[in-house]
């Protein structure tokens, strides 16, 4: 089964920076949307943002809009989440995932077909 495998998580501090990968072995990121999911503890989970297939078009939840952006390398199969101005509400496990949906959902998280792991992103002084 197709599994996205989700890097870069870490501790950073407010107003820092972090760039998220997600990659995979098992099909295409070129030929898919790409959505980013976030879960804290006792929230349910939300979208960040996504890119779209094929037109690199993406879209973004309000509350990150202006500080987060998700870009492609198809050469090496994966999908950047590069987060900046880090608040500490952006504290979260990030997660990935792809379908083959067009256009892209931030919020439509049970459409999507293949998920990762998450890596955590932990925004503390």
């Known amino acids: 089964q197709t599994q996205l495998v989700e890097s870069g998580g870490g501790l950073v501090q407010p107003g820092g920076s972090l760039r998220l990968s997600c990659t995979t072995s098992?099909?295409?990121?070129?030929?898919?949307?790409v959505g980013w999911f976030r879960r804290t503890p006792g929230k349910e989970q939300e979208g960040v943002g996504c890119i779209n297939s094929l037109s690199s078009k993406s879209d973004y939840a309000t509350a990150v809009k202006g500080r987060f952006t998700i870009f492609r390398d198809n050469a090496k199969n994966t999908v950047y989440l590069q987060m900046n101005n880090l608040k500490p509400e952006d504290t979260a496990d990030y997660s990935c995932?792809?379908?083959?949906?067009?256009?892209?959902?931030?919020?439509?998280?049970?459409?999507?077909?293949?998920w990762g792991q998450g890596t955590q992103v932990t925004v503390s002084s």
């Open positions: 098992g099909i295409s990121l070129g030929d898919h949307s």
């Open positions: 995932a792809a379908d083959r949906m067009s256009p892209c959902s931030v919020v439509s998280r049970w459409a999507y077909e293949y």
